[in-house]
């Protein structure tokens, strides 16, 4: 198979370049004292519809994650960082996001980064979760890894091929090309 161009890729962050799923279970059953849920019982992207916890603390949850994602111990998903770095060396990395605030995700990038691929990045918050397909297009990417299934099926539709990156709430109800982590997404571009 012929491997892609890593200029032609770009990502979401949440449920793909961070673990905000894991961050969520830890900081509930941490701070919460909720020890009843795990990343696994996240069936939905919307969280309130599958998990019995108060929707006020589900919101304060991920109004930290989103607002000070560093403060509150968002971690990049396991093997995120080397691959982007290598994947960097190739081409600026790109980012579109559906987060609302573009300084905490670029606060948090620059953390976990190395500053010359940082000073590179193309980054887009978007502050809503549809209508990805024009940044997309314009930012020249044909190729886009995002966790939500909605947002897979609408770049599909748009002819950007969307790889569902494998998470609980995304399993069912599609024919996507799926990949289970950032191992698979290097497999795409390098031997």
């Given at each position: 198979?012929?491997?892609?161009?890593?200029?032609?890729?770009?990502?979401?962050?949440?449920?793909?370049?961070?673990?905000?799923?894991?961050?969520?279970?830890?900081?509930?059953?941490?701070?919460?004292?909720?020890?009843?849920?795990?990343?696994?019982?996240?069936?939905?992207?919307?969280?309130?519809?599958?998990?019995?916890?108060?929707?006020?603390?589900?919101?304060?949850?991920?109004?930290?994650?989103?607002?000070?994602?560093?403060?509150?111990?968002?971690?990049?998903?396991?093997?995120?960082?080397?691959?982007?770095?290598?994947?960097?060396?190739?081409?600026?990395?790109?980012?579109?996001?559906?987060?609302?605030d573009?300084?905490?995700?670029?606060?948090?990038?620059?953390?976990?980064?190395?500053?010359?691929?940082?000073?590179?990045i193309?980054?887009?918050?978007?502050?809503?979760?549809d209508?990805?397909?024009?940044?997309?297009?314009?930012?020249?990417?044909?190729?886009?890894?995002?966790?939500?299934?909605?947002?897979?099926?609408?770049?599909?539709?748009?002819?950007?091929?969307?790889?569902?990156?494998?998470?609980?709430?995304?399993?069912?109800?599609?024919?996507?090309?799926?990949?289970?982590?950032?191992?698979?997404i290097?497999?795409?571009?390098?031997?």
């Open positions: 198979m012929r491997k892609l161009d890593p200029a032609l890729i770009g990502f979401d962050i949440d449920g793909v370049v961070a673990d905000t799923g894991g961050a969520f279970v830890r900081i509930a059953r941490e701070e919460y004292g909720i020890r009843s849920i795990s990343i696994d019982d996240i069936t939905s992207f919307e969280v309130e519809e599958c998990i019995d916890v108060d929707p006020v603390i589900i919101e304060t949850i991920f109004s930290r994650l989103l607002n000070d994602p560093l403060k509150a111990g968002l971690k990049p998903m396991e093997n995120a960082m080397p691959v982007l770095h290598r994947f960097a060396a190739e081409a600026p990395l790109t980012f579109v996001t559906a987060r609302p573009k300084e905490p995700i670029s606060l948090w990038l620059r953390h976990f980064l190395h500053p010359a691929v940082f000073s590179r193309r980054l887009v918050a978007m502050g809503v979760h209508n990805k397909f024009p940044y997309i297009k314009e930012l020249g990417l044909s190729h886009f890894v995002d966790d939500r299934l909605q947002t897979c099926k609408a770049l599909s539709r748009e002819g950007i091929t969307s790889l569902v990156f494998r998470q609980p709430w995304n399993n069912n109800g599609h024919d996507l090309p799926t990949v289970d982590d950032w191992q698979a290097h497999g795409l571009c390098f031997d």
